[in-house]
């Protein structure tokens, strides 16, 4: 189990709190996320990136319940529910409805919101520091390759953003994205 030491994860904390940009591993690469609930933090994120807004972002949490005040479970089917479930932890992300409190810069102005409960210990030790999800992409400014190493992000962004080093899986692919109420797979 990896173990991110108390005085990286206050520094985390309050730069999380302070709407900096943050970039830590994920399954198979590096994100970029925030406090979803910034939205100039957001937007650095984007401008950071050089992505466009229209395009939305992935939520990444530690469980469930952290995604819960952006997603409307009402519209969901219970067997619906049961096969995300069974999908997570893990690199599995689903198009989801979005609560009505769910601000469009997540969005992309879009009625759904992406989401994920990672098996990652470092998402999960930070998601349960700030007991919320974080915004998450992928680390790399667009059309770049995705970030596997903190070299590769420092190379990226500078000192630009609060990075924390940790182990991706160099295996590994992005996760898979399907709607959750469709069923179609959006990214395989």
């Known amino acids: 189990m990896i173990t991110i030491p108390p005085v990286e994860l206050e520094q985390f ?19 970029l996320g925030c406090d979803p609930d910034i939205a100039d933090a957001v937007n650095n994120v984007l401008a950071i990136k050089t992505r466009p807004q229209d395009k939305g972002l ?44 769910t601000p469009d810069y997540l969005t992309g102005g879009r009625n759904t919101i992406a989401v994920r409960v990672s098996a990652h210990p470092t998402v999960i030790a930070l998601c349960n520091a700030v007991n919320k999800p974080l915004v998450s992409t992928s680390a790399n400014p667009s059309g770049e390759t995705p970030a596997r190493t903190l070299e590769q992000i420092k190379t990226y962004f500078a000192d630009t953003i609060f990075a924390i080093d940790g182990e991706v899986d160099h295996n590994a692919q992005p996760s898979k994205i399907q709607d959750a109420v469709t069923g179609k797979v959006l990214r395989g």
């Open 58 to 101: 992935i939520l990444i949490a530690a469980t469930f319940e952290q995604l819960l005040p952006y997603i409307d479970v009402s519209e969901l089917e219970p067997e619906i529910i049961n096969k995300v479930h069974a999908t997570w932890p893990g690199p599995y992300t689903w198009i989801m409805p979005k609560a009505k409190t």
């Open 13 to 31: 904390i309050t730069a999380f709190e302070q709407g900096e940009v943050i970039g830590y591993p994920t399954e198979a690469v590096f994100g």
